[in-house]
């Protein structure tokens, strides 16, 4: 039994007479100590689909089908207490920007100690120490005084070090990451997430990496899923789907981005724009910008299939091209 | 056209920019943020001269001083071999049409009260005094259409279009008056992946087609690799390293822009592997002494720490390092 497992899962935005399905039929699994990209652009319904694992949807989102399941529980039927004790303690959450993470006016020592009693029956002097070790994990010279500090004394990279120590406060299973590094320069980015990957491995914590930025992905999970307006288009092996895409979609991704050996050509890009939510096509929802598309994708929405675990939803895949005979023919 | 074949377009000299004035009498002492220190560059025509660097580096600032928007506290800058920061505003005029800016967040630079016909007509009222209407509104078409919009959206609202739409309207408001150059502050960095080929590629066109000279600021380096021709990497305020992007790709000498590529996150399946550098960036309020990247850099000796390295030519780049003088990188 997979760790997580989420099963068709469905989420809806009710705004007054019309209803948003940001999530349609979304499944994935997490085993212990896996590494799990989710990859897609602004609105793809990456975030709502790892938003909905804690419950932490903003009104009026809800879950209004499907299951998630952690080690067999249906976490999604939990009321608020029971969800207290998954949150923050067994599945814990990296948000995008640090300095809306930390609480402001609390120190760094209040605000760890605050999560770890709120969790575990220990003393303030354990409490102290265990935020203390968890600081010398993630790297932060002189955790002592670094505990006294405010976080508007620390700098953006040490920020979300701080950030990641007291998401491993509690010795979490999962711990799910969105866009972790987006507001960071890029030399912190890589101590990040060169930081993240090595925590993940030594104490067998699973990873859900929320992302758009496929270069990311392809260095620190093991498997990926690319979503497109609210459903998932292709999954896989990391290395299988950056080397060997399938969908249309995933492949204009990674055309997308400059090439090696390329430089001053014009760069590919998928024409049009993602659809809003309220108004998507029939059928396959990528098909106003897909050269493949036929009458037929406006008709059905293609199931997510395929061979040795890259699953990919697109109704012509036979008819498309391998990914390095077409990158070559540029 | 006025200057001579070998004149730069634009020529910055010694530029310092500091921001503070560092308490006078009787007011409370504000520290002085030291944003550039004695930067000097040549952007020469039809270049795509790329600025890279990390937050706080004072790339930003260093656009907005070339373009008019901050003055320089001191040094000079020249535009075809005028000197354009010590004139007044309506000298600047004739400067202003031919240089423009390309803002980083198209939610926060277009006017939410205007349409975008009278966002693109706006600059042509204020430099083309005498044109007619009719002519204004042919215009207005054409440069939409040039940079791939639909010239109907007129009449719309800013907040009726994508991220890469208003900024492909950004992009069509600059190009208004015909300007030579382009100032574009991170004009991609808000957008998706997929919007931001389609933006660049507007920008290569516009250039391809109008003969543009562009400064591009950013800090993701693949971009600068697929798009520029000259590249100045920054740090803290100073140009360490300057060079063709060719060059500064194939061989980094500088230890902070070795470390800065290094990082660069790769699709190769290398895994993570980039230069690890001790500590952070120091804060612009109170610079180490000698070389800025001193507390940082491996290489680092007494003289790094005593003396400021000036940019000097070393093989087919220029490095202000004393490390890369003297072999010890």
């Known amino acids: 039994m997979a760790l997580l497992e989420v099963k068709d899962l469905e989420v809806e935005f009710p705004l007054g007479r019309i209803t948003l399905q940001a999530i349609r039929k979304v499944s994935f699994s997490l085993e212990k100590g896996e590494r799990l990209g989710i990859v897609g652009e602004s609105g793809a319904g990456k975030s709502v689909a790892a938003f909905s694992i804690l419950n932490l949807l903003s009104r009026p989102g809800r879950i209004s089908g499907g299951e998630i399941l952690f080690e067999g529980d249906d976490i999604s039927k939990f009321d608020d207490r029971q969800m207290r004790s998954i949150r923050g303690n067994r599945i814990s959450m990296i948000f995008q920007d640090p300095m809306m993470t930390l609480n402001p006016v609390l120190t760094v020592a209040t605000q760890m100690i605050e999560c770890l009693k709120a969790h575990r029956k220990i003393s303030k002097k354990e409490a102290w120490d265990i935020s203390v070790s968890k600081l010398k994990e993630v790297m932060i010279p002189s955790p002592e005084e670094r505990m006294e500090s405010y976080p508007h004394e620390l700098s953006g990279g040490m920020r979300q070090r701080v950030v990641i120590a007291m998401a491993l406060l509690t010795d979490p299973e999962i711990i799910i990451a969105d866009e972790p590094t987006t507001a960071l320069d890029v030399t912190i980015q890589a101590e990040i997430m060169v930081l993240m990957l090595d925590l993940c491995k030594s104490n067998n914590v699973g990873l859900i990496l929320i992302t758009h930025d496929l270069a990311v992905v392809s260095q620190v999970t093991e498997r990926i899923m690319v979503m497109y307006a609210g459903r998932v288009v292709e999954e896989g092996g990391t290395k299988e789907v950056i080397t060997n895409p399938k969908h249309p979609y995933t492949r204009g991704l990674l055309k997308a981005l400059p090439q090696e050996n390329t430089a001053g050509s014009r760069l590919n890009q998928i024409r049009g724009t993602m659809p809003s939510l309220n108004a998507l096509p029939k059928g396959c929802a990528f098909n106003p910008r897909c050269d493949f598309a036929t009458k037929e994708c406006h008709q059905v929405v293609p199931k997510l299939e395929g061979r040795d675990g890259h699953n990919t939803a697109c109704i012509h895949l036979e008819k498309i091209p391998s990914f390095k005979s077409e990158l070559g023919n540029q | ?329």
């Open chain 2, 1 to 329: 056209m006025t200057g001579s074949s070998d004149t730069p377009l634009v020529n910055i000299l010694n530029v310092e920019k500091t921001f503070g004035d560092g308490g006078g009498f009787l007011s409370t002492a504000q520290p002085i943020v030291k944003a550039l220190n004695n930067v000097s560059l040549s952007i020469e025509k039809g270049d795509s001269f790329c600025l890279v660097g990390e937050s706080g580096c004072g790339k930003s600032t260093l656009a907005r001083t070339v373009i008019g928007l901050n003055p320089p506290s001191k040094g000079e800058i020249h535009y075809q071999g005028t000197r354009i920061d010590s004139l007044s505003a309506k000298e600047r005029q004739p400067f202003k049409r031919k240089m423009q800016m390309i803002f980083q967040n198209p939610y926060a630079s277009l006017n939410p009260r205007m349409t975008v016909a009278q966002i693109l007509e706006e600059p042509l009222k204020i430099h083309e005094k005498g044109m007619s209407k009719g002519a204004i509104k042919q215009k207005v078409e054409e440069v939409m259409v040039s940079v791939g919009n639909d010239p109907a959206w007129g009449p719309r609202y800013p907040h009726e279009f994508s991220g890469g739409q208003r900024q492909r309207i950004s992009i069509a408001r600059a190009l208004m008056l015909d300007p030579e150059f382009v100032v574009a502050d991170e004009p991609i960095s808000a957008l998706d992946v997929s919007i931001q080929a389609q933006v660049l590629n507007v920008m290569m066109d516009a250039q391809e087609k109008r003969n543009l000279t562009y400064l591009f600021i950013t800090h993701d380096l693949s971009i600068v690799e697929h798009f520029g021709s000259k590249v100045a990497v920054m740090y803290l305020g100073t140009v360490c390293e300057l060079a063709d992007v060719k060059d500064l790709f194939d061989a980094p000498r500088h230890p902070y822009t070795q470390a800065l590529l290094s990082a660069i996150p790769k699709m190769d399946g290398s895994g993570v592997n980039h230069i690890k550098m001790s500590g952070e960036v120091p804060t612009a309020m109170d610079l180490p002494s000698g070389c800025v990247f001193h507390p940082r850099c491996p290489y680092a000796n007494e003289r790094c720490r005593r003396d400021i390295p000036t940019l000097a030519d070393n093989g087919n780049t220029k490095t202000a390092c004393f490390a890369v003088e003297e072999g010890r990188v």
